[in-house]
């Protein structure tokens, strides 16, 4: 059977991001159409799906601290809906975050880290060391300090895309499982794209959800190119078994010798050890230094991790902006919109995105708490690049 080839909305890139985008248009009544590959795959499946918007805020990121809260806050209803309707288990645990240090210069820096936190309303406790200990028994002896956040949860990201494109699916979105190839401008607007293939397909709106390839697609004008980037991210999953459980009950976090370093423990008995954040363009390998510095850390912060079968090992890419902020909604193009750019947010932010592009794609117009993220703010920069 022929899939058609026209639609309302046509979404480039079946991540997390272009998914639940594609869901909830056609929950708007919209004909939606994604084009992928593989949908599901992408970022997610190296992600290791923390939802905290309390622990990871940065100086300088107070702006996108309130859309990350914004969508913390529809997490429970958005993966109670997106259960319900798919069957699927998504790993859903408000079980909090540790944050800890390791020495005297960590404390110092986790003690602004507080400040930051305290200043920006958010619910943090500060804890000392024999009190992180007796929350996580696996934990260092040198543990000097840590910050509980109680607020800051998980989800499984494989689990979340596989639901997505279950959601999809049954919301009456198609997949075309392919490249695409171009965008397709007619008369000055978005029009469609071209398939690797040579398949045309037709679309009254595009929106461009590649992640890291987002700014790779040809034919989209140079001035409304996203700026986005591949950020490389190394990571571990390791297996606890019966006679360990429960290793830990939270997920636990440090910066070791500069680099972050987290574990997150499934219910499943999977536990999640990364990141690296690595500037190496397209480059996915993982090697030994990403796997060493990872569980070297790791012992650290828990030394019993090395007695933990080795599961499995990979790299993905993030997709990075300049602000490290995501790129929402409308672009420069008549009939090009954009969700891309969410660097290490994009699992956390995936309901607040859905429920943005959902409202631009059907009024035409971009929420209020989205504006500060359209992509129009960096088209001044662009447009003085140098050909």
């Known amino acids: 059977m022929s899939l058609p080839r026209t639609s309302d909305v046509l979404v480039i890139g079946g991540g997390i991001i272009g998914l639940v985008t594609a869901w909830r248009a056609a929950q708007r009544g919209l ?8 949908p599901g795959g ?14 990871e805020l940065h100086h300088g990121e107070q702006t996108l601290l309130g859309l990350n809260l914004a969508s913390a806050r529809r997490y429970p209803d958005f993966a109670a809906e997106l259960s319900e309707l798919t069957g699927h288990d998504l790993g859903y645990r408000r079980c909090g975050t540790l944050a800890v240090a390791l020495d005297a210069d960590d404390r110092a820096h986790l003690r602004e880290v507080h400040d930051l936190q305290r200043a920006s309303g958010l619910a943090s406790q500060w804890l000392t060391g024999r009190e992180c ?22 989800i499984d990201p494989r689990r979340l895309a596989a639901a997505l494109v279950t959601a999809c699916e049954r919301a009456g979105a198609v997949f075309h499982r392919s490249w695409a190839d171009r965008l397709t401008v007619v008369r000055d607007r978005a029009a469609g794209c071209v398939l690797r293939d040579g398949a045309v397909l037709e679309a009254g709106q595009v929106v ?14 140079r001035e ?31 910066v070791v010798r ?39 850390d790791a012992h650290e912060l828990v030394p019993g991790i090395t007695e933990l079968p080795l599961a499995e ?34 699992v956390l932010l995936t309901p607040v995105t859905g429920d943005v592009m959902a409202h631009v794609l059907t009024s035409g117009d971009l929420p209020e708490e989205a504006r500060p993220f359209t992509p129009r703010r960096f088209a001044a920069d662009l447009s003085e690049q140098p050909a």
């Open 31 to 38: 004909v939606t159409a994604v084009v992928d590959p593989e």
């Open 42 to 55: 992408g970022a997610a499946l190296a992600a290791a799906g923390m939802l905290a918007a309390v622990t």
């Open 133 to 154: 200990r007796r929350l996580e028994p696996m934990l260092a002896p040198g543990v000097r300090g840590g910050l509980r956040a109680d607020g800051d949860h998980q």
């Open 208 to 221: 461009l959800a590649g992640g890291s390839l987002s700014g790779r697609l040809a034919g989209v004008p």
């Open 224 to 254: 409304v190119l996203p700026p986005v980037r591949p950020v490389k991210g190394q990571v571990l999953r390791l297996t606890v078994p019966p006679r360990y459980a429960p290793f830990l009950s939270r997920t636990v976090r440090a």
């Open 258 to 296: 500069g680099s972050h370093v987290y574990l997150v423990p499934r219910l499943s008995g999977e536990l999640v050890v990364g990141a690296t954040s690595e500037e190496l363009g397209w480059d996915t390998t993982v090697t030994a230094g990403g796997v060493y510095g990872l569980l070297r």
């Open 313 to 346: 090992t990979r790299a993905g890419l993030r997709p990075g902006s300049p602000d490290n902020a995501p790129l929402l909604g409308p672009t420069g193009l008549d009939g090009l919109l954009l969700a891309t750019g969410h660097h290490r947010n994009g």
